[in-house]
């Protein structure tokens, strides 16, 4: 695994590149596909997903430099510290120091579903420095109303204190893993295989996942819808938002609508598949993104 520890970093052409990217707390991996010099995209996956869940879309768009991160407690990158919380915002500094270490100045998001919000937020926080977005089932984050936050987090605290004594599932092959998986619905198989072979990680008895259990514990912190399409009024890149035609998910959908009016700059398109759509039909997504990218230049 290659160390990324400078701006100069430059790896060469070919297959997927597994690279190791150390802020100033964690150790965080990720993949990367193509060209060195094509154009800097840096991708985020979904909760409890990894890096490999672009490995389909990824190959298809050989004009970027694109890398797919594991966020922190996800894939092959580091858990947070013992004692430590995953709260949605401080993933958007994580982000902030792998930029860094890659010495991009001037770079492009790609997200699906909780990436997709890492995405929109780091948009909007840096806005001078994102060429373009493109947000797969995703605008902003969960948000959860003024009223609510006493109550949440009493439960999240409930959670905390009771993870100890769960236990993690063990699986006797990575087959039985991808079936417990598939059994989620909404993905298929050939898909569920990508993200289950990073995802797990050999113990006796068999496998488990990589994923840190803290993830599943609610937040203790969230944003309400106000300060969460404020972030989205702050983008000033162009934005395509890719949502899925059959995901059942409807209160994102709900949400999506809702949130389109804030970004200045925003073409919105629908495609057959469910949640996990640039996995099930990443050709579909690949030639829409193209489009968006053409639309973009012909406007330059």
């Known amino acids: 695994m290659k160390k990324v520890n400078s701006k100069f970093y430059k790896p060469?052409?070919?297959?997927?590149?597994?690279?190791?990217?150390?802020?100033?707390?964690?150790?965080l991996s990720a993949k990367c596909w193509g060209n060195p010099e094509g154009i800097p995209l840096l991708a985020f996956h979904g909760w409890l997903d990894n890096a490999a869940t672009f490995d389909y879309l990824a190959p298809l768009l050989t004009e970027f430099r694109l890398v797919s991160l594991d966020l922190p407690g996800h894939g092959l990158?580091?858990?947070?510290?013992?004692?430590s919380s995953y709260h949605f915002t401080d993933v958007i500094v994580d982000v902030l120091e792998v930029i860094h270490v890659l010495g991009?100045?001037?770079f492009s998001l790609l997200g699906h579903s909780m990436g997709a919000g890492i995405a929109s937020y780091l948009a909007g926080?840096?806005?001078?420095?994102?060429?373009?977005v493109i947000l797969i089932e995703g605008l902003g984050s969960m948000v959860l109303k003024a009223e609510k936050m006493p109550e949440n987090l009493r439960e999240s605290s409930r959670q905390w204190l009771q993870l100890s004594k769960k236990n993690l599932p063990l699986y006797p092959d990575e087959e039985t893993a991808v079936k417990v998986r598939h059994h989620v619905g909404g993905i298929e198989e050939s898909s569920v295989r990508a993200l289950v072979a990073r995802g797990l990680r050999p113990v006796?008895?068999?496998?488990t996942w990589r994923t840190d259990p803290r993830l599943k514990i609610k937040s203790r912190h969230y944003l309400t819808e106000e300060q969460a399409c404020a972030f989205l009024q702050k983008i000033t890149a162009p934005v395509l938002l890719i949502a899925a035609e059959n995901d059942e998910q409807n209160q994102w959908k709900d949400l999506l609508v809702k949130r389109i009016p804030y970004v200045k700059?925003?073409?919105?398109?629908?495609?057959a598949g469910n949640h996990?759509?640039?996995?099930?039909?990443?050709?579909a997504v690949a030639e829409v993104i193209r489009e968006f990218l053409n639309e973009i230049s012909e406007k330059q």
């Open 12 to 27: 060469s052409v070919g297959t997927p590149e597994e690279l190791e990217i150390q802020t100033s707390t964690l150790r």
């Open 77 to 83: 990158s580091d858990h947070r510290p013992s004692g």
């Open 104 to 106: 991009w100045d001037h």
């Open 125 to 132: 926080t840096i806005p001078e420095k994102i060429r373009f």
């Open 204 to 207: 006796e008895g068999g496998f």
């Open 265 to 271: 700059n925003l073409r919105c398109r629908s495609l």
């Open 276 to 283: 996990h759509l640039h996995l099930d039909n990443p050709e």
